[in-house]
Every structure is written in structure tokens, then in C-alpha cells.
């Protein structure tokens, strides 16, 4: 079988996604996309305390693009003191804009909206982003 290469795996995840009448928008592919990712980079669940930036900087001499770095950002040592806010943004499948569904919330608030069960539905998901 010949090494998957990043664009085979790009199209494989795409397959994964596009292709299922009654995907809901949910996390239900997420393990077969672990298992495309794993033939091109470390295996997101099999890997423990991994660098996943400095795999992707090895693999393809650049840096991972801050729009897909998923890295989580670290916790502030006391949360009062941090002045970052956040929001929500609902996103879409399909070429409907992104929408801002509240501001001015703190890390702890944005994280706690995002993952009720009511932030996601057919075809769309709540996120957050700092402000």
C-alpha cells in the first residue's frame, strides 16, 4: 500500500465529512478522522504530551497557520486578572456566514456554552475566539 501523502489525507477527511446523508454536524466521525490523520502524522489518541506544532513544522517546514492551531491556550494563573474576553461564533457547513452569538465572556463562560448540548445541531456548531 503506498504512504498516504497530506493531500490524500485532506481528501479522506473530506470524504469522511461530505459524503453521509445523516451526518449531523456532531463529533461522529472524529475517530476515523484520527485514524486518516494517524497514516500521516503521530495518531491524535495514541500519542501522549505530543507536539503536534512541531510535528507539522517538521513535516512540512512551516508553522502550524493560527486559524487551524488548536493548541489550547493556557489557563491564566487567576482568572479575574484576565482581562481577555471571548465569543461566540456559530459556524455552518454549508457557505452560510459566521455568526456572532454573544461577546464579552470570559474563558470559563465561553468554554462552559460550547459544550451543551444545545451548541450544535444539523449542520452547524457553536465555537469561541478571543475578541
Not at 38 to 55: I, L, M
Not at 62 to 79: G, L, N, S
Amino acid at each position: 500500500m503506498p504512504k498516504m501523502t497530506d493531500q490524500d489525507a485532506v481528501d479522506a477527511i473530506a470524504t469522511i465529512l461530505g459524503t453521509p446523508e445523516d451526518w449531523d454536524g456532531a463529533a461522529d466521525f472524529l475517530e476515523s478522522i484520527a485514524d486518516v490523520i494517524g497514516a500521516v502524522r503521530p495518531h491524535p489518541g495514541q500519542v501522549q504530551n505530543y507536539d503536534y506544532r512541531t510535528a507539522f513544522k517538521t513535516a512540512t517546514g512551516r508553522d502550524v497557520p493560527e486559524r487551524y492551531d488548536a493548541t489550547p491556550d493556557p489557563e491564566p494563573e487567576d482568572e479575574e486578572e484576565d482581562e481577555q474576553t471571548y465569543e461566540i461564533v456559530r459556524f455552518y457547513r454549508d457557505d452560510t456566514p459566521e455568526e456572532i452569538i454573544e461577546t464579552g465572556l470570559t474563558l470559563a463562560e465561553a468554554k462552559e456554552h460550547c459544550s451543551r448540548d444545545d451548541t450544535h445541531g444539523d449542520g452547524w456548531f457553536d465555537g469561541f475566539r478571543a475578541e
